[in-house]
């Protein structure tokens, strides 16, 4: 019984240890989430009005009869790119599993679909299954760069434009608050239908714009800026999302922590007590024997 105890006791500090441990990274994850946070809330706006830029633009080529560019126009072909966002590390509840299954789906779905991977942890799962992808970006850290997007846009960019697909979609976590995060798509080739909400829609559509030089001079322009928005933002919020799904799980693991601690404190006593019992119980017995 005393060793039974003794292992109790190496169990509770074991777990207090972790404990400790997870409490730290609780912590840390809340401060970036603060950061990444404040991000998102400043990145939506700008997406929104460059998207409503864009729709301004395409709906004044539609009205003046000018061709659109060749990388704003619409393809037969039905081969699909799908960028992934992922996180390089884990620890954070079940994040990475949700878009990895949903990206799983999109893929039953549209078979002929080329990956662009972000993230270690959606480059490791489809190489265990053999997945090829045509690009992967690891390491991009904790706070995402204007420069890491430009990179990953100009990569899809060219792609598209040397004609290895024919539609381009983004697959990120959208951030909606700390213990709500929702997988989301966006489609950005061919432009379409930009994102931006009815309000800035209908005031750029109403606007009075002149466009020099020309039209298909600032479509040209706008185009690689709003694949290089649009990668961003989704990054932000991807790494919003990860944070909050980080302090979340790290949150749980420390409460689940507390309630193991609590069992085994309940226990180690009780073990103790039976402990105490059967000596007072030997004691009593062998006064009994000396007596008789």
């Not at 404040?38 to 990145?43: G, P, R």
């Not at 000018?66 to 037969?76: F, Q």
């Not at 966002?85 to 599993?97: C, V």
Request: charged share 25%.
């Amino acid at each position: 019984m005393a060793q039974s105890a003794r292992e109790i006791k190496r169990r509770i500090s074991s777990i207090a240890s972790t404990q400790q441990i997870t409490k730290a990274m609780e912590m840390i994850a809340a401060v970036k989430l603060r950061k990444a946070q404040a991000e998102v809330l400043n990145t939506r706006p700008f997406f929104q009005r460059l998207g409503a830029s864009l729709a301004a633009v395409i709906e004044a080529a539609h009205k003046a009869g000018d061709p659109l560019p060749e990388i704003a126009r619409s393809r037969p072909g039905k081969k699909h790119c799908l960028i992934l966002f992922t996180s390089d590390r884990g620890l954070a509840g079940g994040y990475n599993a949700a878009i990895i299954r949903e990206a799983e789906a999109f893929l039953r779905k549209h078979p002929d679909t080329e990956l662009v991977i972000l993230g270690r942890k959606a480059r490791d799962h489809f190489r265990r299954r053999s997945q090829t992808f045509l690009a992967e970006f690891i390491n991009l850290g904790d706070e995402p760069t204007l420069r890491q997007a430009q990179e990953i846009g100009q990569v899809v960019y060219d792609f598209y434009a040397h004609e290895l697909f024919d539609r381009v979609t983004i697959l990120y976590t959208k951030f909606i608050n700390t213990v709500t995060h929702k997988a989301e798509y966006r489609h950005i080739l061919p432009v379409v239908r930009p994102e931006a909400d009815q309000k800035t829609a209908a005031e750029m559509l109403n606007a009075l714009y002149i466009y020099e030089p020309s039209i298909n001079a600032v479509l040209e322009a706008l185009l690689p800026l709003y694949v290089d928005a649009a990668v961003y933002q989704s990054l932000v919020e991807a790494k919003a999302s990860e944070f909050g799904a980080r302090m979340t799980a790290m949150r749980n693991a420390s409460d689940n922590a507390d309630e193991l601690i609590r069992e085994l404190n309940l226990t180690f006593h009780r073990a103790r007590q039976a402990m105490i019992t059967k000596e007072i119980a030997e004691i009593v017995g062998g006064a009994d024997a000396l007596e008789a």
